[in-house]
């Protein structure tokens, strides 16, 4: 049976990735009979290239601000110490400014930097009003805002012509919006405040898109290879897609205590039907079932093991780990019937530590440490060497579909 499609329309597999689709039935597609070694080498290389490897490490940054954006916000609203989230933030903050410079040079980079710093500040801003019910705070954060979203399209039209500045308003302004829709859920209590910034993260792939075609418009011949084309495609949307799975997971664990997780975990396997699709758009969905029944396993052992921590159950703990610890080989053993060109041991390898990295994190969480920002921030790093080999391996076993 199909998987239903519960994220309306999964623009990022659907629309992203609709070349790649065989055609509708529950069957997996047989590979192209003989691609010859050039054929696949081709295909892996529109993967790894210049362009396709800039547009999935910004979209993975970018996509990162917004859920750091999101614990700051968190932290602000419980009345806790923001620094060792705002910390990791502005880490993130001073990478988005690397890539300005490398670009546009130094002065530039310092310029985005201080601009972007500033309206890190006027969300947090928001955060806090919104949480005191000052309504002239809240108003005065927006309008701070507003003044921002037309400085920095001005900026960045300023560095590249080829960043239209009406464009570049326009995707700041949806990307404002939702994350301030999920502050305020997040300051009225709201179950849905996971959901809401995960589609306010959802802004960020269109938004990296943009912004490296004017880039590569601005520079032709710096970046080798196509950003727009379905090999890229698929190494973005899977970089997302999995970083994704990191932060939702953390944020499902967080609101553990007391059963409290129910909304953040519905989100959570709006993720997994996500990469699900992703997987079937390749493969079929018969396929897509295989990949969810397994991941929805692992899913579910990882919020076995948040909630036994956040419940002081070590037992409890204990057995969800030992379960979350059992995933990696059947993920592997069947990602590796899959496409032979994944090697099953080194997947299994990276996948046992994305899992145990995500169990640091929560560990971390359930301690109330300070480091578990950090925690998490590593843990998502990990997705992006994942989604790599993924979508290289990918793109060599159907030649034909990626470019």
Not at 183 to 188: C, D, K, V
Not at 352 to 359: K, N, P, S
Request: with cysteine.
């Amino acid at each position: 049976m199909p998987i239903p499609r519960r994220v309306a329309g999964l623009a990022l597999a659907a629309g992203l990735l609709g070349a790649c689709t065989s055609g509708g039935g529950d069957a997996a597609p047989e590979a192209p009979a003989g691609p010859s070694r050039a054929e696949q080498a081709d295909a892996a290389a529109a993967v790894q290239s210049a362009a396709s490897i800039l547009r999935a490490n910004l979209t993975s940054v970018l996509q990162q601000h917004v859920f750091l954006t999101g614990a700051v916000t968190a932290t602000v609203v419980a009345g806790a110490d923001p620094a060792p989230a705002a910390a990791e933030l502005d880490a993130n903050s001073v990478n988005l400014s690397r890539v300005v410079g490398a670009v546009a040079g130094g002065e530039a980079a310092d310029r985005f930097l201080d601009l972007w710093r500033g309206h890190v500040g006027l969300l947090t801003g928001f955060a806090a009003a919104s949480a005191a019910g000052d309504e002239a705070g809240v108003a005065a954060a927006k309008a701070g805002l507003d003044a921002y979203r037309d400085e920095m399209a001005g900026f960045l039209n300023a560095i590249n012509p080829h960043l239209a500045k009406d464009t570049m308003a326009d995707s700041q302004k949806a990307y404002l919006g939702a994350v301030q829709q999920a502050i305020g859920a997040q300051a009225e209590g709201d179950p849905a405040a996971a959901g809401k910034l995960k589609q306010a993260a959802e802004n960020m792939p269109r938004m990296a898109t943009l912004l490296v075609a004017g880039i590569t418009k601005n520079a032709p011949g710096a970046f080798e290879g196509r950003f727009d084309g379905s090999a890229a495609t698929l190494r973005s949307v899977l970089a997302s897609k999995l970083q994704e799975h990191v932060y939702l997971s953390w944020m499902a664990a967080g609101t553990a205590a007391g059963g409290a997780d129910k909304e953040a975990v519905a989100t959570l396997d709006d993720n997994a039907v996500e990469l699900a699709n992703i997987v079937g758009s390749a493969y079929g969905d018969e396929a897509a079932g295989q990949f969810l029944g397994l991941w929805r396993s692992q899913v579910s052992a990882v919020v076995d093991y948040a909630r036994a921590r956040s419940g002081g159950d070590g037992t409890g703990a204990q057995a969800a780990a030992a379960r979350v610890a059992a995933e990696p080989p059947r993920f592997a053993a069947f990602l590796g019937a899959a496409n032979p060109r994944l090697d099953e041991a080194v997947l299994a390898a990276d996948l046992g530590a994305h899992a145990r990295a995500l169990l640091a994190a929560i560990d971390s969480q359930a301690a109330g440490s300070p480091s578990r920002f950090a925690d998490v921030r590593a843990a998502a790093g990990r997705t992006r060497d994942m989604a790599a080999r993924l979508s290289t391996a990918i793109a060599a076993q159907f030649p034909d579909r990626f470019s």
